[in-house]
C-alpha cells in the first residue's frame, strides 16, 4: 500500500518560514521522482506544481517560488522535504506531496499517480 504523509504546515506571518515534510511508503524511494503541488486555500485555480526532485536528484522549482523554496529529501527516513523561506500571502494553500516512477521533468500534475492528503499553510500578518 502506497501511502504519503505529509506534515509541518501551520500558520506564519509574511517572510517566516516553514519545512514540509512528507514520509513515503510502499514504492521504491530512489525509483521515484517526487514533487510538491499546492492548491490555493479560496480554492481558486488548479493544483500548482511547486518543486520537483527527480530520479537523477535534479531539482526544478516554479517560477513563483524559485530562490525561496528548496526541495530536498533524506533516504533513510524516506522523507521528502520542502523548505520555505521568505514566505509570502501569495503561498497560501494545502500542499501536497506527489509522486511517480521514473524519471520525470514537468511539474504537471497529470504525470503524477501518487499522492499525500495534503497539509495546510497559512500566510498572514
Known amino acids: 500500500q502506497v501511502r504519503l504523509v505529509e506534515s509541518g504546515g501551520g500558520s506564519v506571518q509574511p517572510g517566516g518560514s516553514l519545512r514540509l515534510s512528507c514520509v513515503v511508503s510502499?514504492?521504491?524511494?530512489?525509483?521515484?521522482?517526487l514533487a510538491w503541488f499546492r492548491h490555493p486555500l479560496q480554492n481558486e485555480g488548479e493544483r500548482e506544481g511547486v518543486?520537483?526532485?527527480?530520479?537523477?536528484?535534479?531539482?526544478k522549482y516554479s517560477d513563483s517560488v524559485k530562490g525561496r523554496f528548496t526541495i530536498s529529501k533524506d533516504y533513510a527516513k524516506k522523507t521528502l522535504y520542502l523548505q520555505m523561506n521568505s514566505l509570502k500571502p501569495g503561498d497560501s494553500a494545502v500542499y501536497y506531496c506527489?509522486?511517480?516512477?521514473?524519471?520525470?521533468?514537468?511539474?504537471?500534475?497529470?504525470?503524477?499517480?501518487?499522492w499525500g492528503q495534503g497539509t495546510q499553510v497559512t500566510v498572514s500578518s
Open positions: 506527489a509522486a511517480k516512477a521514473g524519471g520525470q521533468w514537468s511539474l504537471d500534475k497529470k504525470w503524477f499517480n501518487y
Open positions: 510502499g514504492i521504491t524511494f530512489h525509483d521515484h521522482s
Open positions: 518543486a520537483l526532485l527527480n530520479t537523477d536528484d535534479d531539482t
